[in-house]
């Protein structure tokens, strides 16, 4: 499996409180990104980055950010939970962009309650 | 709106048969991907096809393009129980430099014994 992890793995938080997911790759792969996935939705792209400290919208960013602070590290945002953003959440990395296949994480489970 | 669009949203078939599913898409792409996802699990990628192709293989994988009509299908020959899983297409949109990694809805597929 490509090295990618994603934590926590689960979360349960309530509703109006900062949440941080963590994404971490040992790959050295330019490109990393964040999706949701919800029943009838498939996979939405929230936000993605291109290099350190290089990043961009996704088609459902609104209420999320994220920040890259060095190649191994992407890191999700939400800053006040709302019910809304429970789902389930994958990371994915890929070394030339949609270019080249990706390799996702197990993926985080998020509930606000 | 969402880039790419599986159809069908199900597909249930016996074990043997073949399982084909579609994909379409809205604008111009340099490759498009279908991934595999089982329940519970982050997607795994299955195959990439170039614009400049029409066909590719893998396996008992078969791959479709159709740039002129905006439509790929991927074709799974002599289904196995284990093929049971959600199917994903990827259409990176060229005019943003094929950087997104954009998918649709997704064809869950059930194979039965």
């Known amino acids: 499996d490509a090295g990618i992890t994603q934590s926590p793995r689960h979360k349960v938080t309530e509703t109006g409180t900062p949440v941080t997911l963590r994404c971490h790759q040992t790959?050295?792969?330019?490109?990393m990104y964040w999706y949701r996935q919800d029943p009838g939705h498939g996979l939405r792209l929230i936000h993605y980055?291109?290099?350190?400290?290089?990043?961009d919208k996704g088609e459902v960013s609104d209420g999320y950010s994220v920040s890259r602070s060095k190649t191994e590290d992407f890191l999700l945002t939400l800053e006040s939970a709302t019910s809304s953003q429970t789902s389930v959440y994958f990371c994915?990395?890929?070394?030339?962009?949609?270019?080249?296949?990706?390799?996702f994480g197990q993926g985080t489970r998020l509930t606000v309650v | 709106s969402q880039q790419g669009e599986e159809d069908p949203q199900a597909l249930s078939i016996q074990e043997g048969e073949n399982a084909t599913m579609n994909c379409s898409y809205k604008?111009?792409?340099?490759?498009l991907q279908w991934y595999r996802q089982n329940s519970g699990r982050g997607l795994v990628h299955l195959i990439l096809?170039?614009?400049?192709?029409r066909e590719k293989h893998s396996g008992r994988l078969r791959v479709t393009l159709d740039t002129s009509k905006k439509s790929s299908s991927l074709l799974i020959t002599a289904s196995r129980a284990a093929d049971t899983a959600s199917y994903f297409c990827?259409?990176?949109?060229?005019?943003?430099?094929?950087?997104?990694?954009?998918f649709g809805q997704g064809t869950r597929l059930t194979i039965n014994p």
């Open positions: 790959e050295n792969h330019r490109y």
């Open positions: 980055s291109y290099g350190v400290k290089d990043t």
């Open positions: 096809i170039r614009s400049n192709e």
């Open positions: 604008t111009s792409i340099n490759n």
């Open positions: 990827a259409t990176p949109p060229l005019i943003q430099g094929a950087q997104k990694l954009v």
């Open positions: 994915a990395i890929s070394d030339m962009g949609g270019d080249t296949e990706a390799f």
